[in-house]
């Protein structure tokens, strides 16, 4: 008898503005899930999203059934990250670094292994903008020891692996533990010279920048076998197991 292996991520959206003023800092989120061919059947895999210590998102299956929540109202479709980051009427200072610290729970009953996606790039007007520099949304990530970098990195994307099981209940160390806006932004300008009058139009006004955060496990089970259908990758070569 073939059975499954079910595996759940949970995604991550945040966008922040840049301008005068900044807007309240909103999170998209959205699951997805995957089924491949294994040995065993996982009916109580689950993982969770941590900010600061507070579960802004999980995604847990039991009874076969996904079981969401959130830290938004009615705990489904979308929740909040960021939105203790300034304090009231604070405005956003570039080159100051913010405690933003994102850990990961297994909030199931069996133990995983874990993968995080970290995407950084600017929007304006809802449209990704590619001529922007991801690197001025400087993140500090943590704990390199435990979380280990895929090496095809690109600007936008960096996929961490975290070192070894995950046992059922435990929290992982921080992936990420600071966020800072680069000054560099203010400095992205365009200067027009029309008789006495100069006009200066800074690259970045109106722009938000985004920070999207995917998590997703596997279980242990011929957990080689797993992270390469899941994920694409070599556990072994990069450590993970």
Excluded at 71 to 96: H, I, R, T, V, Y
Excluded at 98 to 114: A, F, M, P, Q
Excluded at 135 to 155: G, R, S
Excluded at 218 to 237: F, L, P, Y
């Amino acid at each position: 008898m073939r059975k499954k292996i079910t595996w759940g991520m949970l995604a991550l959206a945040v966008a922040l503005l840049l301008g005068s003023t900044i807007g309240s800092t909103r999170a998209a989120l959205t699951y997805y899930s995957e089924n491949y061919v294994a040995e065993i059947t996982v009916s109580q895999i689950g993982v969770s999203l941590l900010e600061n210590g507070e579960v802004v998102s999980s995604r847990d299956y039991d009874e076969n059934e996904w079981k969401v929540s959130t830290n938004q109202e009615g705990g489904s479709g979308s929740g909040a990250l960021l939105k203790d980051l300034l304090k009231e009427g604070e405005k956003l200072a570039f080159n100051k670094r913010y405690e933003e610290r994102l850990t990961v729970k297994n909030s199931g009953t069996i133990d995983t292994y874990v993968r995080v996606r970290v995407y950084r790039y600017w929007t304006r007007d809802g449209r990704k903008l590619t001529t922007l520099s991801p690197d001025l949304i400087d993140l500090n990530f943590a704990n390199e020891d435990k979380w280990v970098k895929n090496p095809e990195q690109t600007a936008e994307c960096t996929e961490l692996f975290y070192k070894g099981i995950l046992p059922s209940g435990q929290e992982t160390e921080a992936f990420v533990d600071g966020v800072r806006i680069d000054g560099a932004v203010a400095s992205e300008a365009a200067i027009e010279t029309n008789g006495n009058v100069v006009t200066t139009t800074y690259k970045y006004d109106g722009v938000e920048f985004h920070v999207d955060v995917e998590v997703d496990a596997v279980q242990t089970h011929n957990a080689q076998e797993a992270i390469k259908s899941a994920w694409g990758v070599d556990a072994s070569g990069l450590g993970i197991l």
